[in-house]
């Protein structure tokens, strides 16, 4: 079996390339066969390799094929690790995958582009398990680019638009930023470490004399950081992410919700025992995300575009993770990765057959009362929600709870940032299920043609449902009777080559974790409520209150105006810089004063003396006689 | 009896073979340019054929060398100058991409010119005539003489077969580079009077007997010519001139081959004859390295002309380059040696595909275009993987060399070699800027209703010779960027040797 693990990321690859080359003429029965085939023997093989890790001594399978660069001390090989991060990952990215690539099917059945869609999504799963089974950063900084590569394809779908392709290339952009933070700190790295193999970077990393390492270390997982908040959208690099709803409904539930842009929070884990030794850099994580998390939650309140507030939302959620590996919660900001993929992944799909029953209506200003018309859609819907905002029980309860936690130990005033986005959180969640699914349809016709959506996409929803609600029980919490199995299941890749225990930070009771839980949760179900006894009346309360607010609504609506800033503020001034550059410096300055106007002189000169070639004797004898006085006058004077 | 021959003079048969051929090509009359132009494709091919045969399957001596040929050719003023050529673990690589690129070229632009074409395919086997000896040379005469001797070719090139402005642009690239190399001619007689010799080794020798500051002199006027021929910023500008004018095959063999013996003579001579003065001018070579990284990339970016971006985004290759041997590190010039082939692939292939659109729409203003994908899918998906691998995403050839590069950079030895890494970076983020800016324009979007626009006149996706063309090269794109060690493993050691004369190779980093 370990033989064959390569496999896991290369079998899609075959069927991207299937896809690419051949899916046109094979047509679309053969094009979904090979795109769920190779998803789901991926999944099958990395089941197959999770257990075979778990059996291995610490929990650990390190396999190496061939040497990809080899240059003097530098060694990158092309190697794949299975261990308890990254068997569950992979897990979540080839399952969640598959169910996406099934919901696909129905989803995009009626498109010209079928085979092109699965190439770039077969493509996608390639990069991205290639991101998480590589086992040095340069390997996992393939999956890094790739991904993002298949996220610009993705979101630019729909080539024959004019805002698709401009998202997916600010998407691109806004990565490869984050992208330059990625290579930089591995460029640190390796100059520290003479390596980039993450086992053996935490292997001598645990046993470094502290003031020998610190600069470095912050240095690099900064920067490591600043890829993280590319890829996971975090402040500043976050414009990308609600833009790239531009893309396929399905490629925004597993692109931009469940599995790439939680990359940034696997690189932190993967690399977590070298974040410990960085106490600067994990304050840095924490208050990025924590901050991250209430910004964007406030954005997400008043967005009419449905799947503009699950963006919003997601930018927000990746921002508690975040905020719990800051708060050197490394398992809990996991834990939030994996119940976060279920129930936001059944979000975006939700919304996709909402929008795929009302044919491509997306404002939810035009939507209302769909609860009777899409009873599976709504149910599934309405138990992700409960998850998102915390309903004690649910997935999401237990995993944002612990984070909190977490984060009331490292600061209260975290903890408060949090909170008030938990508070936002259930609110927005709240207002687009009333919005949806309660009150009279406002558009009477799209609400006629409304109809539930095919068993392939309403399989995968009610399969997410099921996932979201158990989800939690793998890190049900001390308090609740349960161990945090999460926690003591990855221990051997967070702690990997730690040499000791970092103190924790702060000492927790059972009586501030109860307190500080039942204070979330009943602000999370206060505000939920408040949002939907608002939202399902309809769309009223909401005009009266931008009409009475205009000043506030308009800055949340557009966002805070962060997209224009950034127009103004560097865009344009880098545009000016170039143009002044090439037509300043090139043509007038190098071209012009250095190149042509010695050649326009040297011209010129030329010209002047062909003239005194006249031809005429006389001119000549008269220069003659010039010369010849001239000649006198030198050597006589 | 042609065996033996060829076992004792392969060299020389590759280095002037292409030249005879294309003399002869020459002869024949106008009307005869299609069979011309199959005569020489097929010589060029048959010239592969013997240098990949020949080459690739050697063992390296111990000097690295693969095949060479070594004898006294005449003495001036009493200094002996030697018919020295060989290929060895620096100019492999170099060697198998210009007799590679040649027929690749021949194949790809055989419907592009209008006239006289037969004459301009003998004219680029000559010129292929003129890169390897100038690539295979050892005696820094021979090598002068190649040197030269390349750009007459390219100069009729531009100036017949060029466009509106060619004249001009043929100009630029003569005089540009004539002045460069007059002065390095200066410094290259100085030396041999010291030495008495052409031969390399021996004026590292006697350069050593010079006092710093002649060494630094001399180094410069080396550096000048190499420099121009990258082209180095600030010298950069008769680049973007030649590149728009030329014919696409010009474009390809000027960025493919060309650029590439300024590069590889800074590694060949200019370092291991001077390596003090080099250690003492790395940092200030690097800085205008970054600079033309970054400068290249900013003016490519707010180019209207889709040619003339990929003209300015050589300058920022080359910079990478550049970069690589200026950090004198292992590593660092390892990627450089990859980045110079993987530049001739990927801005060859550009220019190849540019040229295929203009061939169709007979424009290349991107404003011209818009939904090129609706109407040509399979000219977009070679445009889309040329296109990764030029802003470098990993597993195609730019990674690899950017990432060697950078990481070398960043372990040099001067002392703001981390801020030139670090500056660098951001060539591979504008790197992306300006292409996808370009594709997004060129290529996605809705067609370009304007019935005069050049989408408009794409009426038929790639044919088969253009698709054959194409596809060795993406192939060759993914080989070097999975594998890139293919290329890797003869110069190692070379390279080391080159930067570190004194250490004989034992350096790693």
Known sequence: MQRIAWLIPVLPLLGSAFHGILGKRAGKAAVTAVALGTVGASFALALALFFAAKAAPGHRLDLVYFDWMAVGD????????????????ALVVAGIGLLIHLYSVGYMWEEEGYARYFCYLNLFVFFMLTLVLGSSLPLLFVGWEGVGLCSYLLIGYYIETDYAPAAGLKAFLFNRVGDLGMIIGMMAL?????????????????????????????????????????????????LWLPDAMAGPTPVSALIHAATMVTSGIYLICRLAPLYELAP??????AWTGGVTAL???????????????????????????????????????????????????????????????????????????????????????????LCIMGFPGTSGFFSKDEILYLAFLKSPALYVVGLLGAVCTAFYMWRLMGLAFWGKPRDRHAFEHAHESPWTMTLPLALLAVGALLAGLLGLPKIWGGTFAIEGWLEPALAFGRAEAPEAAGHGSHALA???????????????????LIYRKGTKSEEAFAERNPALYRVLANKYFVDEGVEAGLLAPVRWIANLAWKFFDVILIDGVGVNLPGALTRIAGDFTARTQTGRVRNYALGMAFGTVLLLWIFLR | MITPWMNTHLLTFLVFAPLAWGALLLLFPERQAPLVKLLAVLGAVGVLAVAAAQLLRGQPDALGQLAFERFHWFSAVGIPVEYHLSVDGLNLWLVILTVFLVP????????????????????????????????????????????????????????????AERRYAATKFLVFTLSGSLLWLVALLYMAGKAGSFAPG??????????????????????????????????????????????TGGSVILAGVLLKLGSYGFLRFAFPIFPD?????????????????????????????????????????????????????????????????????????????????????????????????????????????????????????????????????????????????????????????????????????????????????????????????????????????????????????????????????????
């Open chain 2, 277 to 509: 003065a080099a250690r003492h001018f790395s940092p200030i070579l690097a800085a205008l390295s970054v600079a033309a990284i970054i400068y290249g990339a900013l003016v490519a970016m707010v180019q209207s002309d889709i040619k003339k971006l990929v003209a300015y985004s050589s300058v920022s290759h080359m910079g990478f380059v550049m970069l690589g041997i200026a950090s004198m590190t292992v590593i660092g010039t390892q990627g450089a040696m990859l980045q110079m082939l993987n530049h001739g692939i990927s801005t060859g292939a550009l220019f190849l595909l540019v040229g295929m659109l203009y061939d169709r729409a007979h424009t290349r203003r991107i404003a011209d275009f818009g939904g090129v994908a609706l109407k040509m899918p399979v000219f977009t998906a070679f445009f889309m993987i040329v296109t990764l691998s030029s802003i470098g995403l990993p597993l195609t050839n730019g990674f690899a060399g950017e990432f060697l590069i950078l990481n070398g950079t960043y372990l040099s030895g001067f002392h703001w070699g981390k801020a030139a890494a670090v500056a660098a970076t951001l060539g591979v983020l504008l790197s992306a800027a300006y292409m996808l800016w370009m594709v997004k324009r060129v290529f996605w979007g809705p067609a370009n209703a304007d019935p005069e626009s050049g989408t408009a006149h794409l009426h038929a996706d790639l044919n088969a010779r253009e698709v054959a063309v194409l596809l060795p090269l993406v192939v060759l794109i993914f080989w070097m960027g999975i594998h890139p060690q293919t290329f890797l493993g003869h110069s190692e050691a070379q390279v080391s040797r080159a930067l570190y004369p004194a250490a004989g190779g034992e350096v790693k980093r």
């Open chain 1, 514 to 532: 109860w307190g500080l839980m039942a204070l979330s949760t009943t602000l999370a179900l206060a505000s939920g409520l408040a949002g939907f």
């Open chain 1, 295 to 385: 910004f964007a939650a406030t954005i997400g309140l008043f967005q009419r575009d449905i799947k503009k507030v699950l963006a919003y939302s997601t930018v927000s959620q990746l921002g508690y993770m975040f905020l719990g590996l800051g708060a050197a919660g490394f398992a809990a900001g996991f834990f939030h990765v994996f119940t976060h993929a279920w129930f936001k992944a059944l979000l975006f799909l939700g919304a996709g057959s909402v929008i795929h029953g009302l044919h491509h209506q997306q404002d939810l200003f035009r939507m209302g009362g769909l609860k009777e018309k899409m009873p599976v859609t709504f149910w599934t819907m309405l138990i992700a929600t």
């Open chain 1, 190 to 238: 390796f100059a520290a470490f003479g390596t980039l193999t993450v086992g053996e970077i935490l292997g001598k990393a645990g046993h470094l004399a502290p003031e020998t390492t610190f600069g470095v270390v912050t240095f690099a997982t900064l920067m490591m950081f600043v890829g993280a908040t590319g890829k996971s959208a975090q402040i500043p690099l976050y």
């Open chain 1, 280 to 285: 600067t850099t994990m304050t840095v994580v």
């Open chain 2, 104 to 163: 690749v070229t021949m194949l790809g632009t055989w419907n592009s010119l209008p006239d006289r074409s037969g004459t301009a395919f003998a004219l680029f086997l000559m010129l292929e005539s003129g890169m390897l000896g100038a690539l295979v040379a050892q005696d820094l005469l021979l090598f002068y003489l190649f040197w030269e001797a390349m750009l007459l070719p390219m100069y009729f090139l531009i100036g017949v077969w060029g466009g």
């Open chain 1, 74 to 89: 530098l060694r990158v090989p092309f190697g794949l690790v299975f261990d308890p991060l990254s068997t569950v990952m």
């Open chain 2, 202 to 247: 021996v004026m590292a020798q006697a350069a050593q007997a010079l006092p710093p500051k002649a060494q630094g002199t001399l180094f410069l006027a080396f550096a000048l010519a190499f420099a121009i021929k990258v082209p180095l910023f600030p010298l950069h500008t008769w680049l973007p001139d030649a590149h728009t004018e030329a014919p």
